[in-house]
């Protein structure tokens, strides 16, 4: 998040999923643009690809309605995206568009 120029967390690095959630909602509050939550399992396209942990994507699934999930699909309350799709980055562009107008 610092990456894309947010604002530091005035408590250090959040450590806990709790604390992401405050950086993450208070991040949403503050920025004039809407701010989107992507995860990525990087090894999904790997022989061996590890995934998510199942307690990751509970705690993650609380968070709002503009975080998604590339990963292959996972019965998880969020929005999901498959890594092997030829049109993933159309598919999240979609979707970013279709939450952002709601």
Request: with cysteine; charged share 20%; aromatic share 12%.
């Amino acid at each position: 998040m610092q990456n894309q120029n947010c604002p530091e967390w005035q408590n250090g690095y959040p450590d806990t999923m709790q604390k992401l959630k405050l950086y993450w909602n208070s991040l949403r509050r503050q920025s004039e643009i809407p701010l989107f939550f992507i995860c990525y399992d990087s090894t999904a396209l790997s022989v061996t690809p590890t995934g998510f942990s199942a307690p990751f994507l509970k705690a993650l699934s609380k968070f709002d309605r503009a975080t998604c999930i590339v990963c292959e699909t996972e019965d998880i309350p969020l929005q999901t995206f498959s890594p092997s799709r030829p049109d993933l980055v159309e598919e999240i562009v979609k979707w970013i568009k279709a939450d952002w107008n709601n």
